[in-house]
């Protein structure tokens, strides 16, 4: 380090402020982060691409400074997906730093890593007030029993009105409608459960029927309309 | 805490009854946790004890208006307490966005009621009403507020006496800003009003504005809930996991005040 020929020549004032840094929550402890190790916690970012065509939502359980384990979620981007794959085998291990500078490639997960840095250094993770923080394998617990991400998709058109295709409960098979044309309900099937019962020796219509289930005043209905045909 | 439950007109055993519950919860939260240092087990007492009392009317759902399955807990709850109250408690669900609020009644049943609120004035029109279904749920009245204002209004046209805020969404800019200022304009007129800060947005640490910069950015919704809540509950409002990273080991709030009630009820029906 050398100093200018200006700062020699300047005399000394005091620094008197001399208070640590503002302390912010961590699993249960309130922590003056100063280095990447001070920094531990379980907590989300969400991403999105240059093109806007997709987006990102990743989960880091961070202890110590360093990535136990990393939920990459992607929607909207077939390319992504090969990413986030990529993304599962890189992050952990790395620390918070070094996540934020891989050689990955995709925009949604390096703008969701950024956006989870912000998150984390600033104290607002979901596990802030919890004593030790959450066990590795506590961002499964964002995927429900069936380990399948969350994931809405519906339509609609001026002309003719809305679809539900996929709802957090499943994939939507029926819609039911109301004597005014209205929506009041859906019937789906749950995916998770259908692969379960298939798995367990079930055949396709009894899987099927196992992994139904409706929502709303379904029974209620005038008419019934597959979302996908009608 | 005990001592503001006594100007509530409920038998003197049921109320012990609630307190005993409540003071068996806190017992479940860990010392030096959130959970222990928001009372929440004193809190679902306290709240037990209130939706029972025959002085308490009207059961207000403060909703993020974003799920279809927000209102659940609350109906149940009333279902439950109306067990073994005289008169039925009344339950409505408020919350941000008119056409939310016409949908949700729709799919589930409920009674939409369209308003208008006149800034000027500060008076509430009901334009509509429609009831999507017989029997009870088509009894509970969901309305949809343009922002607090008129969401404060909807309270008061009810007659609010106990209000829970809902999940997470808006929290900081509808849930607690309405139940702050109805708290305030309560006690302004002598009234009674009991509110429970619930919801996911209790157990996060989000910054209103999310700028993600300087000190103290985090823990707004905590302390929304701290400046207006009779009772704060820990973390989202039904999952158990959340709410044990909180210091409540157990169950989630929202199985948690319905077990409160249950068990209060039943408490009751004995005596």
Redesign the interface.
Known sequence: MIYTKEVQQMCCVAKGANHA??P??EE?KWVHAKEIKDISGLTHGIGWCAPQQGCCKLTLNVKDGIIEEALVETLGCSGMTHSAAMASEILPGKTLLEALNTDLVCDAINTAMRELF??IV??????????GG?PIG?SL?DLGKNLRSQVGTMYGTKLKGSRYLEMTEGYCTRMAL?ADN????YEFVNLGKLMDALKAGATGPEAIEKAKGT???FK?AVKYIDPRKE | MRSGLTSWALPSRSRRACEAIGEGLQAFC?PG??ADDRKVGLGHGNLAARLLSEETECFAFLAGHES?AAAEGAIKIAEMANKVRQKPLRVILNGLGKDAAK?IS????FTYVQTQFDYATGELKIVSEKR??DGVRGGVRCYGADDVREGVAILWKENVDISITGNSTNPTRFQHPVAGTYKKERVLAGKKYFSVASGGGT?????PDNM??G?????MTDTLGRMHSDAQFAGSSS?P??VE???FLGMGNNPMVGASVAVAVAVAQAM
């Open positions: 840094n503002a912010i929550p249960g912000l998150q600033y104290g607002r993770t979901q596990s802030a007030f919890s004593e959450l506590g617990e109301d209205e929506v009041i309900g929502y709303g005043r209620d | 860990i946790s959130v279809y949908i729709r799919i589930n049943g999507y279904s157990g996060r640490t989000l910054h993600a910069a000190p103290a950015s985090y823990g999952v996991a959340h990273m909180m210091g």
